[in-house]
C-alpha cells in the first residue's frame, strides 16, 4: 500500500538500478545501517556492483556524503535529507513519490515527481491541503510509475 512518506514498490527501484546500470551509471545507494531499504537491496539484489556508501564511509559522515554528492552526475530517490548535499552543491535532482509543499518551486535543480491522491473519483497532486480535505477518508494514493521516473531521467541525461 502506498504511504505519504516514501515509496512503497520496491520493484520500481529494482527496475531503475537496472536501467541506470545498462546506461552505464554507477550506482550508489544511500543510507545508513539502519534503514530499510539498503538491507533490502542486499538480500534482493546479488550485484556486486551496486556500492553502498554505508559500506565506504566508517562512520557515515557528512564529508563523506558531500564528497560522494560533488562527484555524482545527480541524485534519484525520495525527498529526503540524504539529498541536501546535493542541493546546496546545485546538482540535479529527481524526487519521485514525493508530497508537493509550497518551497518546491524555488529549488531550480531539483525536478518532482509527486504522488496522487484520490479524491471524488479524481486523482489531484498529493499536498497538505489535499490530505485536509480527504482526512476523514481512507486514502486513495498513487505513486510514480517506472515509465514517469525513466522519462524524467532521460530529460536530465
Given at each position: 500500500t502506498p504511504s505519504i512518506r516514501n515509496t512503497s514498490n520496491l520493484n520500481k527501484?529494482?527496475?531503475?538500478?537496472?536501467?541506470l546500470k545498462k546506461k552505464g551509471f554507477v550506482i550508489i545507494v544511500l543510507g545508513n545501517n539502519s534503514d530499510k531499504f539498503p538491507n533490502y537491496l542486499k538480500r534482493k539484489i546479488k550485484d556486486t556492483n551496486?556500492?553502498?556508501l554505508n559500506e565506504l564511509s566508517?562512520?557515515?559522515s557528512i564529508h563523506d556524503q558531500f564528497y560522494l554528492a560533488k562527484k555524482c552526475s545527480f541524485?534519484?530517490?525520495?525527498?529526503?535529507?540524504?539529498?541536501?548535499p546535493y542541493f546546496l552543491l546545485e546538482k540535479k535532482i529527481i524526487h519521485?513519490?514525493?508530497?508537493?509543499?509550497q518551497y518546491d518551486s524555488r529549488a531550480k535543480n531539483i525536478q518532482w515527481l509527486y504522488k496522487?491522491?484520490?479524491i471524488k473519483n479524481r486523482f489531484y497532486i498529493l499536498n497538505a491541503n489535499s490530505l485536509k480535505f480527504?482526512?476523514?477518508k481512507s486514502l486513495q494514493l498513487k505513486e510514480n510509475s517506472y515509465d514517469e521516473i525513466?522519462?524524467?531521467?532521460?530529460?536530465?541525461?
Amino acid at each position: 500500500t502506498p504511504s505519504i512518506r516514501n515509496t512503497s514498490n520496491l520493484n520500481k527501484i529494482e527496475k531503475l538500478i537496472f536501467y541506470l546500470k545498462k546506461k552505464g551509471f554507477v550506482i550508489i545507494v544511500l543510507g545508513n545501517n539502519s534503514d530499510k531499504f539498503p538491507n533490502y537491496l542486499k538480500r534482493k539484489i546479488k550485484d556486486t556492483n551496486l556500492i553502498y556508501l554505508n559500506e565506504l564511509s566508517k562512520d557515515y559522515s557528512i564529508h563523506d556524503q558531500f564528497y560522494l554528492a560533488k562527484k555524482c552526475s545527480f541524485y534519484l530517490g525520495s525527498a529526503s535529507g540524504a539529498s541536501i548535499p546535493y542541493f546546496l552543491l546545485e546538482k540535479k535532482i529527481i524526487h519521485f513519490d514525493t508530497t508537493k509543499h509550497q518551497y518546491d518551486s524555488r529549488a531550480k535543480n531539483i525536478q518532482w515527481l509527486y504522488k496522487r491522491i484520490k479524491i471524488k473519483n479524481r486523482f489531484y497532486i498529493l499536498n497538505a491541503n489535499s490530505l485536509k480535505f480527504n482526512k476523514k477518508k481512507s486514502l486513495q494514493l498513487k505513486e510514480n510509475s517506472y515509465d514517469e521516473i525513466v522519462n524524467k531521467v532521460k530529460s536530465l541525461i
